[in-house]
């Protein structure tokens, strides 16, 4: 009988397949830390969670090569016969919560031994530590499990192995929309044989000491918006704070600096909430006020960042959108089904209203339409062209790089057009853009 921990051929296929069409499906595939990923221990990936199986699916894109992860999911998703053999077969094991009935609590045990085993096997599991999934870009609280799993399996192999947590930041530029970026940022392994003697011990005070240290880890590697009352203001400040705090911290403009400023920004508004609860609830004001002179002028932060906009700039940036045009043109005939139809069934067939679900919905259901849709369009290109195959095989490969490059051009389009407006709104001297702009200047004052 085949173990979870098994790592047949029709499994490798298929992640390989999800890994590379993963990669593919963000701007940037950004990983950080790789170097601290061992490769001769028991290892527990442990990553935040807001973006359901995306999370998971960035786990396996780390993960060494033919070695399989082994993921714990919530017990309730496993109540369906057929989805618990679809969850089995992809390496996903059930783990039970109160909410899932006192009576089931039991059977974590049955669940932790094999966890325990697959460690044994210097295989790789994979458990989310906060035990739920949140949207909002913050940690909510560890749960105990993942430390239970762990000292047990570091007992049992006493000095024999080292059992190590491996914490992982995942930030997303955002969580359904595609074509952004991902960061995975890989912390340092924390030995878990370190506290195995406090363990002994006190297994609770063991316990909460390695939960902190795995708390303070994912709260360096993530971005952590650590606020109950002001979530809406630390997300909006970050975002409009982040150019600005890229040049006073003197980084080099780029993605990675990017997440690092609104990292620091996040620090800094944790702070003023504990130490300045006035000067917070002034910020919060303004972000809102923000928030909805943006709307009003149907303006993104982006274009404050960006701002002055030379005219000449702006000429030209128009002449090369038209000379692209046609670029545009052919990837979005290519590719308009594929891409929208998925977000259609999310939207519209599944109704599907938790936004941390959106993109594995969408992934799911493209990594079957795109090939799907390229052979069929690569046939119908073949018939109606009488092209030899050898010819027509290039129209098959380039039909999702120029999709990419529709989706790049579109992005850059909309970016074009509230230039436009931001300059015809600054010569109209707009109450309402001069309100923005003064909004913007007093939020980051304040914050500096």
Not at 125 to 149: A, D, H, T
Not at 154 to 180: E, R, T
Request: positive net charge.
């Amino acid at each position: 009988m085949s173990k979870i921990s098994d790592y047949p051929l029709s499994f490798s296929i298929v992640r390989n397949y999800v890994v590379f069409t993963f990669k593919r499906y963000y701007s940037e595939y950004i990983v950080l830390g790789r170097e601290n990923i061992p490769s001769d221990s028991p290892v527990i990936f442990a990553p935040n969670h807001i973006n359901a199986l995306m999370d998971a699916i960035a786990i396996h894109s780390i993960a060494p090569y033919k070695v399989p992860v082994i993921f714990l999911a919530r017990a309730d998703i496993f109540k369906n016969k057929k989805a618990a053999q679809l969850l089995k077969s992809a390496k996903i094991l059930p783990a039970f919560r109160m909410r899932d009935g006192m009576e089931n609590l039991s059977k974590n045990n049955e669940v932790f031994e094999q966890c325990v085993e697959i460690l044994d096997q210097n295989k790789i599991l994979g458990i989310m530590p906060e035990g739920n999934q949140g949207e909002q870009r913050k940690l909510r609280p560890l749960v105990k499990g993942i430390f239970r799993i762990a000292f047990t399996a570091q007992h049992k192999y006493d000095s024999k192995s080292k059992v190590k947590i491996i914490p992982v930041g995942i930030d997303y530029g955002d969580l359904a929309k595609y074509g952004k970026h991902i960061i995975i940022n890989i912390g340092k392994p924390i030995e878990v044989s370190d506290y195995m003697q406090s363990y002994y011990e006190n297994p609770v005070a063991a316990t909460n000491e390695i939960r902190e240290k795995l708390r303070l880890d994912l709260n360096s590697l993530s971005l952590d918006l650590a606020t109950e009352k002001h979530y809406e203001c630390f997300r909006t400040i970050s975002e409009l704070a982040n150019t600005d705090f890229v040049k006073k911290l003197q980084l080099t403009d780029n993605t990675v600096f990017r997440f690092v400023a609104r990292q620091e920004i996040a620090k800094r508004l944790t702070k003023i909430e504990i130490n300045e609860p006035e000067k917070i609830e002034k910020l919060d004001v303004l972000a809102n006020n923000y928030n909805g002179l943006l709307e009003k002028t149907n303006l993104q932060n982006c274009v404050f960042e960006q701002n002055p906009f030379k005219t000449e700039s702006i000429i030209l940036e128009g002449l090369l959108l038209f000379l692209t045009f046609p670029i545009f043109v052919y990837g979005y005939i290519c590719n308009f089904l594929p891409f929208l139809i998925p977000v259609y069934i999310r939207k519209f067939v599944l109704k599907a209203q938790y936004e941390g679900f959106f993109s594995s919905l969408q992934f799911g259901i493209g990594i079957f339409l795109f090939p799907i849709f390229y052979l069929m369009q690569t046939l119908l290109f073949h018939n109606l062209t009488g092209t030899h195959w050898l010819l027509s095989l290039p129209f098959f490969i380039m039909q999702y790089p120029f999709g990419k490059l529709a989706v790049k051009w579109h992005e850059i389009a909309k970016k074009f057009m509230a230039k436009i407006r931001f300059k015809r709104l600054k010569h109209k001297r707009s109450f309402e853009l001069i309100q923005a702009q003064n909004v913007r200047e007093q939020i980051i004052r304040l914050i500096s």
